[in-house]
């Protein structure tokens, strides 16, 4: 276990979802896809299994698979304590967890925010955007 969710590989584990959520196997297409996890076990598992590693924050025990139509507006809210330790963090200093494949994909490494209301203003637009958007 870990204080952050930390994964190995964002692409691979972008991949295990999409096998999850079509049933066609993303990592391994001449294999059935994965099963969907119940718990945390079975998907840390799964994710050794393909080589990817994930650490959970410290504490986190159970696991939530969330399917729904695309005729159904999800809203997934994260806990109040993982927006109140980061936004103590933040105001500490600490740089914002940006995911890594962006400066991969973007070719360099994004600008980091100026300053504290611009930092904070980027926590509370991934929230926002994390917890609306569903594949785009």
């Given at each position: 276990m870990s204080t952050k969710l930390e994964i190995s590989d964002d692409i691979l584990w972008g991949k295990l979802v999409k096998s999850w959520a079509t049933g066609d196997n993303y990592i391994s297409p001449d294999r059935p896809a994965p099963k969907i996890p119940r718990s945390l076990e079975e998907l840390l598992a799964q994710a050794a299994d393909i080589g990817l590693t994930i650490s959970f924050p410290d504490g986190m025990v159970g696991l939530a698979v969330l399917?729904?139509?695309?005729?159904?507006?999800?809203?997934?809210?994260?806990?109040?304590?993982?927006?109140?330790?980061?936004?103590?963090?933040?105001?500490?200093?600490?740089?914002?967890?940006m995911p890594r494949f962006y400066d991969d994909f973007y070719g360099r490494p994004l600008p980091p925010p100026k300053n504290l209301k611009d930092v904070m203003d980027l926590h509370a637009a991934r929230i926002g955007d994390y917890s609306i958007r569903n594949c785009g």
């Open positions: 399917e729904y139509s695309p005729e159904t507006a999800l809203v997934k809210l994260p806990p109040e304590g993982m927006i109140r330790a980061t936004e103590a963090e933040l105001k500490a200093g600490d740089k914002y967890p």
